[in-house]
């Protein structure tokens, strides 16, 4: 009779760990920044200055690498064909959440006014959501500010 209570002891208490050791975790993307992703852009007197949506993919590198990228208002300060390249340091713990700095640069494409214009960002990533500042410099008319943004993956 001890041999079957030790055993049934034995199995409950495996099983419990088994649970508590597992984690059903539905978006595999919480430890990192991939997705796709919505930005908008207020100017220094919290006024909408612009937006646009991104597919972002960390790299093994900590490097991010956006595809897919539009802008959703019409500033004329990027034409199709911009770039971007990011970086993502993760901090905080791995158990559904993320924590940590991120910078993203959008480069104008080389050809036209246009390319000569840069959007750099800085934040914080928290979970599903990145904040920070934004500068944008350029030669164009209208191509230059600053403010804070928020990015909400899709």
């Given amino acids: 009779m001890k041999q079957l209570a030790a055993t049934l002891l ?4 495996t099983l419990g760990l ?8 539905k978006n595999n993307n919480n430890a990192n920044v991939n997705g796709n992703w ?3 852009l207020t100017d220094s007197n919290n006024n909408p200055a612009f937006g646009f949506t991104t597919t972002l993919t960390t790299n093994s590198d900590n490097s991010v690498t956006g595809t897919n990228l539009r802008i959703t208002t019409d500033d004329g300060c ?3 064909g ?4 990011g970086s993502f340091s993760l901090t905080g713990n791995f158990n559904g959440n993320v924590n940590g700095g991120f910078g993203l640069q959008i480069q104008g494409a080389a050809t036209g006014a246009s390319g000569n214009n840069t959007l750099n960002m800085q934040g914080q ?5 990145i904040t920070g500042t934004w500068t944008l410099t350029g030669l164009q008319s209208g191509c230059t500010g600053s403010g ?3 990015m909400n993956r899709q």
Avoid: M, P, W, Y
């Fill in 10 to 13: 034995f199995a409950i208490l």
């Fill in 18 to 25: 088994i649970a508590c050791g597992s984690t059903s975790n």
């Fill in 38 to 40: 919505t930005a908008s």
């Fill in 78 to 80: 990027f034409s199709q």
């Fill in 82 to 85: 911009a770039t971007e390249t």
């Fill in 125 to 129: 990533v928290k979970n599903s959501t």
């Fill in 148 to 150: 804070t943004f928020t």
